[in-house]
């Protein structure tokens, strides 16, 4: 109920009332009850959603289903939930620019936020002071890069009108739909983290890998074999490398802080040439550079060093990243050194300079992954947002983004060489291959039964390495047109159940199917 009330002249009137002067001059309250109060807020309420409707009903948006979602994607949104059509998806981006909108600062705000800046002290740019080695590593990659960026480019304009080479990569794309398992192998006793071909092989014929173990073991990719085994780290083996020229030497770096440069033509206890245990953390990463004579590491410790192979000295400690640094990549001509790590950020380095040139942000996630094209002119970053990013070197701006896998994308590595497809492994069980013209699926590698921690591709995209949690590496390859199948001469017989080809010695037990021996051609089957 209302109540009216009589107050002294100049008393204040308290929330809730109405004032007005009565005939002796003394101010009178009237109290209305909270019902009028709650159907006044009511009416704001509506009139705000009706305001709010209007505006929405006002946005411009893409009707075409593949530009809305490619809006949600870039926006780090699902680009489609359950049991959701095409008008809900709009819907939905209809919100989010909604909400975009209403969050977008005032210009009050703006100015407010200029002047807090400018009281702000700005960030200094330092430096410190380098080894006359590190100068003249930098003066040698100098003058190298620009003779192999002369090569590149000449190889380049000759791609461009190469008839042959187009029709190269039509039959990688149209080999990789028949790419099968050839074999799985147990690697280890604990989960393998990384995986690695021997470089310098159009057809690489040994396989690194490297387990949660500490053990880096080296494999007869023909034979399934295991001639060699490592054994130098003292925690899990995060990744390794082969050298660019020298397919004997390895380098591996592990979670204890070290890495390790490995001879294997020598004796055992000779094997370990060299052990850098400069890192404050664990190391994640390891690269050799494209000159053969330095070697580059990224760590847990937000930095990345540079080591000369052949003193075994620190030339550079390069911070820059805000967060722990999980990959480091060489370009080609090695010119430039791309890190990247769980602040998202993609940063790309010169090292003639030392100086960071480009950072790329637009993973809404750690980036696990990073490999230069060997076009010279993009790069291909994975990351925990399960998306592969291709940022264009030229334009300094993301190329291209693929909805790559359902889960994170731990290794990204483009074909040696020509470059026609780009390798990715996730943690959904699945490698994938991706074909450089218009990043388009052209195979999936799917039978893995557990997370796919690393991959590898050779040079003739033939050959495909995976590691997986599981405790196996897998080696896959696709064949020709002819039906090769590889036999051993030992062989006693060919059975087929389902189409497939067993193939036994005496005695009964399986043979491993790309072991070496004589090559035949399927005509039928016999029984």
């Known amino acids: 109920m209302a109540a009216v009330t009589k107050m002294e002249e100049g008393s204040g009137s308290e929330s809730g009332e109405e004032n007005g002067v009565g005939e002796n001059g003394q101010v009178e309250s009237v109290f209305f009850d909270n019902a009028a109060e709650d159907a006044r807020k009511e009416q704001e309420h509506r009139e705000g959603v009706l305001d709010k409707q209007r505006e929405a009903r006002a946005l411009v948006l893409p009707t075409a289903d593949t530009d809305v979602r490619s809006e949600l994607r870039n926006r780090g949104e699902p680009v489609c939930l359950f049991g959701e059509d095409a008008h809900d998806r709009r819907e939905r981006l209809r919100a989010l620019v909604l909400e975009e909108k209403e969050n977008k600062p005032s210009d009050e705000q703006k100015d407010a936020k200029e002047e807090e800046n400018k009281n702000e002290p700005a960030p200094e740019e330092f430096f410190t002071e380098g080894l006359e080695e590190l100068k003249q590593a930098r003066l040698k990659i100098l003058k190298k890069s620009l003779h192999n960026s002369r090569d590149r ?265 020509s470059g026609h497809v780009l390798l990715s492994t996730s943690f959904d069980k699945t490698a994938k291959v991706w074909s450089r013209r218009g990043y388009v699926l052209v195979g999936v590698l799917s039978n893995h039964e557990e997370k796919v921690t690393c991959g590898d591709i050779g040079g003739s995209a033939e050959h495909i390495v995976t590691a997986c949690y599981d405790k196996t590496w897998k080696y896959w390859s696709y064949s020709d047109s002819t039906g090769l199948v590889v036999l051993l001469p030992m062989m006693t017989g060919v059975c087929y159940a389902s189409g497939e080809v067993m193939v036994h010695e005496k005695g009964g037990s399986f043979l491993h199917p790309r072991s070496r021996a004589m090559r035949f051609k399927v005509h039928r089957r016999t029984w």
Not at 187 to 208: E, H, K, N
Not at 264 to 288: L, M, N, P, Q, W
Not at 377 to 392: E, H, M, R, V
């Open 153 to 417: 480019l000449v190889e380049s304009r000759k791609r461009l009108r190469s008839v042959e080479f187009r029709e190269e990569g039509n039959e990688i794309y149209a080999s990789m739909q028949n790419v099968a398992l050839v074999s799985s192998q147990i690697g280890d006793s604990r989960p393998l983290a990384a995986c690695a071909f021997s470089s310098g092989a159009q057809d690489p014929s040994t396989i690194a890998t490297g387990s949660w173990s500490g053990l880096v073991k080296l494999w007869d990719a023909n034979s399934g074999a295991l001639p060699l085994v490592l054994k130098g780290h003292t925690e899990r083996v995060s990744h390794l490398a082969f050298h660019p020229s020298k397919p004997d030497v390895i380098a591996s770096c592990s979670a204890d802080k070290t890495v390790h440069l490995w001879d294997t033509k020598r004796e055992e206890k000779d094997r370990i040439t060299a052990v850098y245990r400069d890192h404050a953390d664990r190391v994640s990463g390891v690269a050799f550079h494209p000159n053969g004579e330095l070697l580059g590491s990224s760590s847990f410790d937000t930095t990345w060093r540079l080591y000369d192979l052949e003193t075994g000295t620190c030339l550079l400690l390069q911070e820059g990243h805000s967060k722990p640094i999980y990959r480091i990549a060489f370009h080609q001509d090695g010119s430039l050194t791309a890190s990247c790590g769980l602040d998202r950020a993609v940063r790309v380095w010169d090292n003639r300079s030392g100086r960071c040139i480009m950072t790329f942000t637009g993973h809404v996630d750690s980036v696990l992954g990073a490999d230069f094209s060997p076009d010279g002119y993009q790069l291909a970053t994975g990351s925990n947002d399960n998306s592969i990013k291709i940022w264009d070197l030229r334009k300094r701006r993301c190329f291209y983004t693929i909805a790559a896998h359902s889960s994170c994308v731990t290794s990204v590595k483009y074909q040696p060489g």
